[in-house]
């Protein structure tokens, strides 16, 4: 259920940090990617982009309450021990 309302909600792009670097999340990643994690496809030094789990993300810019509440959510959802 909580993919479902990821896929939704996550499909906006907003500005994140990732391992010290501002990168720009533009979607989920292909579902065959999530099959233990959700990872999101960034543009960043790459031209086809990189992919990066969700849950190592923080949000610094988003248009989308929902966005950041549910990129919130996940974290905490992952940092409490829960899997697929």
């Not at 994140?16 to 720009?24: L, N, P, S």
């Given at each position: 259920?909580?993919?479902?309302?990821?896929?939704?909600?996550?499909?906006d792009?907003f500005r994140?940090?990732?391992?010290?670097?501002?990168?720009?999340v533009?979607?989920?990643?292909?579902?065959?990617?999530?099959?233990?994690?959700?990872f999101v496809?960034?543009?960043?030094d790459?031209?086809e982009?990189l992919?990066?789990?969700?849950?190592?993300?923080?949000?610094?810019?988003?248009?989308?309450?929902?966005?950041?509440?549910?990129?919130?959510?996940?974290i905490?959802?992952?940092?409490?021990?829960?899997?697929?």
């Open positions: 259920m909580a993919i479902l309302w990821l896929v939704g909600v996550v499909g792009n994140d940090t990732w391992v010290g670097d501002e990168v720009e533009l979607s989920l990643a292909p579902e065959d990617v999530c099959q233990h994690e959700m496809m960034t543009r960043w790459r031209a982009g992919v990066v789990p969700l849950s190592q993300l923080e949000v610094i810019h988003t248009d989308s309450e929902e966005t950041q509440e549910a990129v919130e959510d996940w905490y959802w992952v940092g409490r021990g829960y899997k697929f």
